[in-house]
C-alpha cells in the first residue's frame, strides 16, 4: 500500500498546527486552511488561444479569470431564464428580481427599488415603467417626500412571480451544475462575501473614480 498521501496529510496538518498556534485544531478549519493555503490547478479553457504566450504576461491574473467566470455564468443564466420566462408577462430576470424584491417589502421608493438591484437610475427606471404599464406594480405618493413617488406590487404582480417561481428554480438547479452540496455552499459562501465588498462601494463610494476604489 502506497502511504505517500498520508505522509503528505500528516505533513499539511503539521503546518497547519502550528501557524494556528494556541487555537484548538478542527477537521472544519483545516480543511478551509487546505482551500485557501494550496492553489487549486486550472480547468483548461478553449476560449483562451495559444497566442496569450507571446504576451510577457502569459499567464491570466486569478482575479482576471474570476470576472470571466462571473460574467460568462451571467451570460448562462440570462440565456436560461429567458426560456424559462417563455409566455410570461416578465420579458428578463431584472423584471423578475423588481417583482421579488417588491415582494419582501410593502412598498419602496423607486430610487430604493433600483439601488436594491444594483442598476443605475435609467435601466432602472425603465424596468419600472414596463412593469407598471403592464399592471404588475402600481405607483402611489409618497406622504413623507412629495417629490418621490412609491411602488409596489399588484395583486396581478404576484400571480406572475409566483408562477415563475417553479420554472425559475428549475434555472438555479441548473446553474448548480455537478457541484455538490457541500461546493454551492462554499461558494455561495465567497460570493456572499465579495457582494457585501462590492455592495459596500456601491451604496456608500458610488461616485469615487476607480482610483480612489482601487488601492
Same mark, same amino acid.
Given at each position: 500500500?502506497?502511504?505517500?498521501?498520508?505522509?503528505?496529510?500528516?505533513?499539511?496538518?503539521?503546518?497547519?498546527?502550528?501557524?494556528?498556534?494556541?487555537?484548538?485544531?478542527?477537521?472544519?478549519?483545516?480543511?478551509?486552511?487546505?482551500?485557501? =493555503?494550496?492553489?487549486?490547478? /486550472?480547468?483548461?479553457?478553449?476560449?483562451?488561444?495559444?497566442?496569450?504566450?507571446?504576451?510577457?504576461?502569459?499567464?491570466?491574473?486569478?482575479?482576471?479569470?474570476?470576472?470571466?467566470?462571473?460574467?460568462?455564468?451571467?451570460?448562462?443564466?440570462?440565456?436560461?431564464?429567458?426560456?424559462?420566462?417563455?409566455?410570461?408577462?416578465?420579458?428578463?430576470?431584472?423584471?423578475? +428580481?423588481?417583482?421579488?424584491?417588491?415582494?419582501?417589502?410593502?412598498?419602496? /421608493?423607486?430610487?430604493?427599488?433600483?439601488?436594491?438591484?444594483?442598476?443605475?437610475?435609467?435601466?432602472?427606471?425603465?424596468?419600472? =415603467?414596463?412593469?407598471?404599464?403592464? +399592471?404588475?406594480?402600481?405607483?402611489?405618493?409618497?406622504?413623507?417626500?412629495? /417629490?418621490?413617488?412609491?411602488?409596489?406590487?399588484?395583486?396581478?404582480?404576484?400571480?406572475?412571480?409566483?408562477?415563475?417561481?417553479?420554472?425559475?428554480? /428549475?434555472?438555479?438547479?441548473?446553474? +448548480?451544475?455537478?457541484?455538490?452540496?457541500?461546493?454551492?455552499?462554499?461558494?455561495?459562501?465567497?460570493?456572499?462575501?465579495?457582494? =457585501?465588498?462590492?455592495?459596500?462601494?456601491?451604496?456608500?463610494?458610488?461616485?469615487?473614480?476607480?482610483?480612489?476604489?482601487?488601492?
Amino acid at each position: 500500500m502506497d502511504y505517500s498521501f498520508i505522509k503528505e496529510l500528516i505533513t499539511l496538518a503539521g503546518v497547519y498546527e502550528q501557524e494556528k498556534g494556541d487555537t484548538p485544531p478542527s477537521s472544519t478549519d483545516f480543511a478551509c486552511w487546505l482551500l485557501n =493555503n494550496n492553489p487549486v490547478p /486550472r480547468l483548461p479553457d478553449e476560449r483562451v488561444g495559444p497566442a496569450l504566450a507571446q504576451y510577457e504576461t502569459s499567464i491570466e491574473k486569478t482575479e482576471t479569470t474570476i470576472v470571466r467566470m462571473v460574467t460568462y455564468l451571467y451570460r448562462y443564466a440570462r440565456g436560461y431564464t429567458k426560456k424559462a420566462l417563455e409566455g410570461s408577462p416578465l420579458q428578463s430576470a431584472d423584471e423578475f +428580481g423588481y417583482l421579488a424584491t417588491l415582494l419582501s417589502f410593502d412598498q419602496l /421608493r423607486k430610487s430604493e427599488l433600483i439601488a436594491k438591484n444594483i442598476h443605475e437610475k435609467p435601466t432602472g427606471t425603465e424596468i419600472i =415603467n414596463r412593469l407598471l404599464k403592464q +399592471g404588475l406594480i402600481e405607483q402611489l405618493d409618497d406622504p413623507t417626500d412629495k /417629490r418621490s413617488k412609491l411602488v409596489r406590487i399588484t395583486p396581478q404582480g404576484k400571480g406572475v412571480i409566483f408562477a415563475a417561481f417553479a420554472r425559475l428554480g /428549475r434555472v438555479s438547479d441548473l446553474i +448548480g451544475g455537478e457541484l455538490s452540496v457541500h461546493e454551492k455552499q462554499h461558494l455561495l459562501h465567497l460570493l456572499q462575501k465579495l457582494d =457585501n465588498f462590492h455592495y459596500h462601494l456601491f451604496t456608500h463610494q458610488k461616485q469615487e473614480t476607480l482610483d480612489s476604489l482601487v488601492k
